[in-house]
């Protein structure tokens, strides 16, 4: 056999088994496929060499002396609850092969077996090692990151949201972060997930402004095959990937009415029924929310369901924006540097103490997430290894004294007086030039002023889109649409 498709891990592959004509050729095998056998002849020394050294594999055989392979298959589980390991046996009845795989065999076979199926199986059986092994990197990188040492703030506003946060980490109870974008809430939602008894489960998140309400209700739940146009087989809703784990519903000020009512069910009853089913799927989840919108004023517009807001607000938590909390500024920059410097190959020590003071003058509309993308691009453009004030972005660099950035924001009033001045509706309005059209005028027209009414909205809301898109009257999708248009995002 050539070595095309070959297993490429250098690991080391255990063979215990007393015949050694049975180990020559499972070593053939091995070699073969890239691997390196290590060999033995009785389930003792198999133990002993699975406790002292790390295989990627066992392949065993059930009848050995001195301890057989059911027997070693147990305390080598126990050393190594993780280990692949696959039984070979000569007495292949379903009792033995259905107890081989209740003590946690990956497969088992039957002598004489056939060397092909064994070399499948084996890289099946190493794949999903390896896959294994990822997810547990992917996990332990997680936990690494959302541990409460990576959530930077000495400051009383996040020395009481720590306070807040450690009450719920060892029970169920449903939380509720509020605060502007930016300012961390996901992170706080994944903080109190991985270090929750929840932590081996799942973190599913939805972010209910970002999925298309006419597709919501099946992504959350899921739908059975043939329940609409378009559903050509079934589908898991992300509540239920979540069973077991924590579900994260982001920006849940957003969710249409109607929904509301069925996360209500699942909060209620904990369970759910599929789009296009009647069947009903327990869930075992933990339920934290976030919005950036004052959600008890939606309460009395109507605008969000009393019954839900009260099941979800059991341990209310509000995350300050950055501008009430300078004093973790210094902090953040810190944290930032750190992380990304070995991100992106350099050596930053910190900056200077007139850098640092035109961090601390900026007012940070868009909090921590507006921090760390431009710490990142400052470090990008630093030459030396203390960022200066040569090395900031203009917004930074020529701000003023009170810290406002030189180009209005988009929503901001200087933008919406700008836009005022941009009307020149006697322009337009000009009764001696008729050749332009009549209907290509009042598109002009059209245009100038419903960009002077978008960036008004704008800035009455503050610069929230939802709440910009409910003065106007408008959906949040057409509103996007129209900033595009516009080129509201560009200003």
Known sequence: MGNDGAIQTKG????????????????????????????????????????????????????????????????????RPDLTVLLVTAHGTQATALEALEYGAYDYFTKPFDINEVRIVLRRALEKARLMETLREIREQAVSRYCFDSIVGQSDAMREVFQLISRVLDNDVTVLIGGESGTGKELIASAIHYNSPRADGPFIRINTVAIPESLLESEMFGHERGSFTGAIQQKIGKVEAANGGTLFLDEIGDMPLPLQGKLLRVLQEREIERVGSTKTIPVDIRVICATYRDLGEMVRKGQFREDLYYRINVMPVFIPPLRDRREDIPLLIDHFVQYYNPRLSKFIRGVSQSALQKFLDYPWPGNVRELENMIQRTMLLAEGDTVTVDDLPPVLRSGTGSGAPATPMPGSLAATHDALNELNLQSLLDTEDFDTPLAERLALLTDHIEKYLIRAALSRAGGHRQETADLLGISRKSLHNKMVRHGLFDE
């Open 12 to 79: 080391e592959i255990l063979i215990a088994d007393d015949e050694a004509n049975i180990r020559f050729v499972l070593a053939e095998l091995l070699r073969r496929e890239g691997l390196r056998p290590v060999e033995c002849s009785n389930g003792l020394d198999a133990v002993r060499l699975v406790k002292s050294r790390r295989f990627d594999a066992v392949i065993m055989d059930i009848k050995m002396p001195k301890m057989d392979g059911l027997a070693a298959l147990k305390e080598m589980r126990t050393a």
